[in-house]
């Protein structure tokens, strides 16, 4: 995907802050750590679109990024941050639920997993849930520099067996830092977005 432009369009709690316009949306989900603001970035080739932190918890809202003016890529604040009161943790979960399900222009969730472990019981219990509510999901296992290559194999069935996708079951390994995947995820995603794109 050629990108011409790519636009920090506002950052939103609920759905009156979200953008109009009917634009179909591709949104990143996963843990806090790791990875969606990077892989936005890495995606678009811009390195400092989305605030990215080695601090869990950076992003807190729901930042919307338009892009070639056609469509946006939305980062979604990560679950499964510890480091937070209870109160603030139910908050940030019903803000990203609140989006997944009621948000018409959602075309696709991009689910990050880190390769290097086990999906972790939130990891699964998203997936689970975006099943249920039949959102076209494609799985990304990120930051795959931080492994050997001959070890993939054995993550991505890791990986495989808990989402119990079967052995071919479709995963694609990414790198923000190298840009690894990153032809292989757009092929994806332009299937959900507007032609030419
Ligand atoms: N080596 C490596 N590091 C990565 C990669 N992707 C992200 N990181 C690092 O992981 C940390 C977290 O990245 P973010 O992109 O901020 O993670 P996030 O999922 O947006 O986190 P929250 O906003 O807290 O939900 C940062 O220190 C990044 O530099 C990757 O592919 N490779
Ligand atoms: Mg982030």
Redesign the pocket.
Known sequence: MKITSAKFVVSAAGPKQYPAGGLPEVALV?R????????LNSLVNRRKLAL???T????RLINFFLINEKFYLVDL??YG?ARVSHGLKKSWAKTVETYLRERETLRLAVLLLDVRHPPTADDLLMYRWLVHFSLPTVIVA??A??ISRGAYQKHLDQIRRALKLGPEGPVIL????TGQGRDQLWQILKQYLPEPG
């Open positions: 996963g806090s750590n790791v990875g969606k603001s990077s892989l990215t932190s080695g869990p918890g950076k992003t604040p990560g941050f990120t930051k520099d931080k990414y790198s923000s830092q």
